[in-house]
């Protein structure tokens, strides 16, 4: 009896197989261990039913920069013997940028430079005729007493005519209404009024 148990445990054993608990694969430096013949992917239920998880994630960068600035132009005339300013703006927003310029005419400089050219040639008198077709050049001379020449007139010919073309002088309106203030502060005369021609005059013969 003892030799029959002996036999069936020594069968029984070479039955047996022995399986290994969990599986360890090590590949770049990666453990994974499978236990319990796990398989990836969906997961069904008893019932049929399946999950499914999917995660999608995107992200999007949208970086703007301003643009340069709008730099006005510039413009000198320091250094040069002209007669003329400059004037130049810019304006500047995060996506345009616009600038410009332009230059302005300075007559009055442009006349003195004339008037001095004049003076230099020895033509006097066109030089001071040149200066008078400013408003303050001409007021002050005929403040002065020595009118500006006109038509080839100076002194009191030329006064003359001034009186007699006064529409022609520069600033007339303030020259106009200059002599209206004049009227209304100049005191009035009035004189006795001549009432003798209306009288009739009966004449009588001499006897």
Excluded at 18 to 46: K, M, R
Aim: net charge positive; with cysteine; hydrophobic share 30%.
């Amino acid at each position: 009896m003892k030799t029959l148990l002996i036999s069936l445990t020594i069968l029984l054993l070479s039955t047996l197989t022995v399986h290994a608990g969990s599986t360890q694969s090590n590949v770049s430096g990666s453990n994974t261990a499978i236990e319990g013949g796990y398989t990836g992917g969906a997961t069904t239920y008893e019932d049929g039913s399946s999950n499914t998880s999917t995660t999608t994630s995107s992200t999007t960068s949208n970086i703007k920069s301003a643009p340069p600035t709008s730099s006005a132009p510039s413009f000198s005339s320091m250094s040069q013997d002209v007669c003329s300013s400059g004037a130049s703006v810019g304006i500047q927003t995060f996506g345009l940028g616009v600038s410009g310029g332009k230059h302005f005419r300075d007559l009055n400089c442009e006349r003195i430079k004339l008037s001095k050219v004049l003076y230099d040639f020895g033509m006097k008198v066109g030089a001071v005729a040149l200066l008078c077709q400013d408003e303050r050049v001409f007021e002050a001379m005929i403040n002065a007493g020595t009118p500006c020449p006109i038509d080839g007139k100076i002194g009191k010919e030329a006064m003359k005519l001034w009186k007699l073309y006064d529409f022609e002088r520069p600033g007339y309106k303030k020259y106009v209404s200059r002599m209206a203030k004049r009227e209304e502060v100049n005191p009035v005369i009035s004189l006795p009024s001549d009432t003798s021609t209306d009288k009739k005059v009966k004449w009588k013969e001499p006897k």
